[in-house]
């Protein structure tokens, strides 16, 4: 059974700080792309970031250098570190897991909630 488990949402004011953490189970962790995207109420689920095996990170533009990727492929985690966090952060986060060409499979999310 694979599982993506999310934790770290929450709560925080504009300016603030979270760290978002997903542990994997089920899956050959470390050759997998993992990703965290979002979704606002009324908007499509969006990319925030990624990291590849080899730790090639990519962000969307409205996150870059506030928000940081990483992978502790021993403990089978990525992290997102949220820094100087704005209201239109503020969505549901989910963590992703992808082998291209086999599988994808999703967390089931986390509030995050950024207020003004």
């Known amino acids: 059974q694979v599982l993506l488990v999310e934790s770290g949402g929450g709560l925080v004011q504009a300016g603030g700080s979270l760290r978002l953490s997903c542990a994997a189970s089920g899956i050959p962790f470390s050759i997998n792309v993992m990703g965290w995207y979002r979704q606002a109420p009324g908007k499509q689920r969006e990319l925030v970031a990624r990291i590849f095996s080899g730790g090639t990170t990519h962000y969307a533009d409205s996150v870059k250098g506030r928000f940081s990727i990483s992978r502790d492929n021993a403990k089978s985690t990525v992290y997102l570190q949220m820094n100087s966090l704005k209201p239109e952060d503020t969505a549901v986060y989910y963590c992703?897991?992808?082998?291209?060409?086999?599988?994808?499979?999703w967390g089931q999310g986390t509030q995050v909630t950024v207020s003004s």
């Open positions: 992703n897991a992808l082998r291209v060409g086999q599988y994808e499979y």
